[in-house]
């Protein structure tokens, strides 16, 4: 029988929490929402303080193995894209924003001293961090992916995908959240369950929290000046050029004159690599004035009060899709302009779980089409997609963590 059934043992939640992110700001709450009240460590890479953006007091996954390693724990990687995620790029995204521009184009041409500074960095020696070998926590009685994702696991280096496949095949239990990376799995002969990204239970879990949040602080404010309705709009880094800017620009305005509806740009991720406020700033000046607001705040339950209390989300966080997908509200995302022989994370979680015709990825010249025809699918159909995804994630979840599938406490 699994030690972990007959006998209490603390659970590590293990994942890219220590920064900020929306989605990775949520798996931990969902996770604990999910969990029996033992004993829950929250893990990650740093040790870092994210309370006061909505997340949590983070521990550092080296430590944690040289206290825990020996001692019967739970593993729970909590969610996220990753099994793609490597070492240099684990490392940058734990920086302060301001230092992670110089800190790259130093250390770009110093191989050597950039390895040391990852390792250092991360207090840890693996290709792949975020996937953990059961040689850290060789007690451990139960190693468990909680639908996590990895659709460019097939392109990755060779070493960073043979690491990350060894530690599947030694995980008890594998879930992934989009068909691309199930067949990638399945072709290596992991067994893995495909199951919804956990966020679909945002609605589920913490509904009533999250409306409440928004009816105060920055929410209230975006409703008293967009009393006839907002669209939640975001955009990462990526997004960043002026012309691109521009596009986007021409693109929420015409939307705007379509509807009626007023636009808050907002950031799903402070970390680097993910949203800049100067972009956000650059747009809402080449609106047309009085239509766009920029959200304030970076809080977790700010962001999704933001979105559930939206007429419809656009933009590239895939967790920006997967909230108004939770809360059965229209939807589209942001891609490239010439899309890739390669999925993204967010078409391959499209293609997976969305309803035929429910719009999904568009390039920056069809984001007002894309958005338009969100807007016109009947909420009926919403709904319906909304309870098919938490009934699919809630039928493998007690597999899965070997607990129950339904709601938590509010």
């Known amino acids: 029988m699994d030690q972990a059934a007959s006998v209490p043992v603390p659970t590590l ?220 709009v975001q955009f990462g880094a990526e997004f960043g050029d002026d012309a691109t800017l521009d596009a986007i620009a021409v693109q929420l305005d015409r939307v705007v004159a379509a509807t009626g509806l007023g636009v808050v740009l907002f950031r799903a991720g402070a970390a680097p690599w993910h949203d800049n406020l100067a972009d956000c700033e650059r747009v809402a000046a080449r609106m047309v004035p009085g239509t766009v607001r920029i959200f304030p705040s970076l809080h977790l339950w700010d962001l999704c009060a933001l979105i559930a209390g939206s007429r419809g989300y656009g933009g590239s966080s895939l967790h920006g899709r997967i909230v108004a997908m939770a809360f059965a509200l229209p939807r589209v995302n942001l891609g490239p302009e010439t899309p890739s022989v390669r999925p993204t994370k967010h078409a391959a979680f499209a293609a997976t779980w969305e309803a035929p015709r429910q719009p999904g990825v568009v390039p920056v010249p069809a984001f007002a089409d894309g958005l338009l025809a969100a807007l016109a699918v009947p909420p009926a159909r919403l709904q319906q997609t909304a309870r098919d995804l938490v009934a699919s994630y809630r039928a493998g979840v007690a597999e899965v963590i070997g607990t129950r599938g339904g709601p938590g406490p509010q």
Do not use: K
């Open 13 to 232: 939640l293990f994942g890219a929490m220590d920064r900020h992110n929306l989605g990775d700001l949520l798996f931990p709450h969902i996770a604990a929402a999910l969990l029996p009240r033992d004993e829950l460590i929250f893990a990650g890479l740093a040790e870092r303080d994210l309370r006061p953006f909505g997340g949590h007091l983070v521990r550092a996954l080296a430590p944690l193995a040289a206290q825990w390693g020996d001692r019967p724990v739970r593993l729970l990687h909590v969610g996220g894209e990753i099994l793609t995620c490597d070492a240099w790029q684990s490392a940058v995204m734990l920086l302060p924003p301001e230092q992670a521009q110089a800190t790259i184009a130093y250390l770009a041409a110093r191989p050597r001293v950039r390895a040391a500074w990852v390792r250092r960095t991360l207090g840890v020696v693996a290709r792949a961090p975020y996937t953990l070998s059961r040689a850290l926590f060789p007690g451990a009685v139960r190693v468990m992916y909680n639908s996590v994702g990895g659709v460019g696991l097939a392109h990755s280096r060779p070493a960073l995908r043979a690491e990350v496949l060894a530690n599947l095949r030694a995980a008890d239990a594998v879930a992934v959240r989009d068909e691309h990376t199930f067949a990638q799995l399945q072709a290596a002969g992991i067994a893995a369950r495909l199951m919804p990204d956990p966020a679909v239970m945002l609605a589920e879990l913490f509904g009533p929290r999250i409306r409440a949040r928004g009816e105060e602080g920055p929410v209230a404010e975006v409703r008293r000046v967009f009393a006839q309705g907002h669209l939640a």
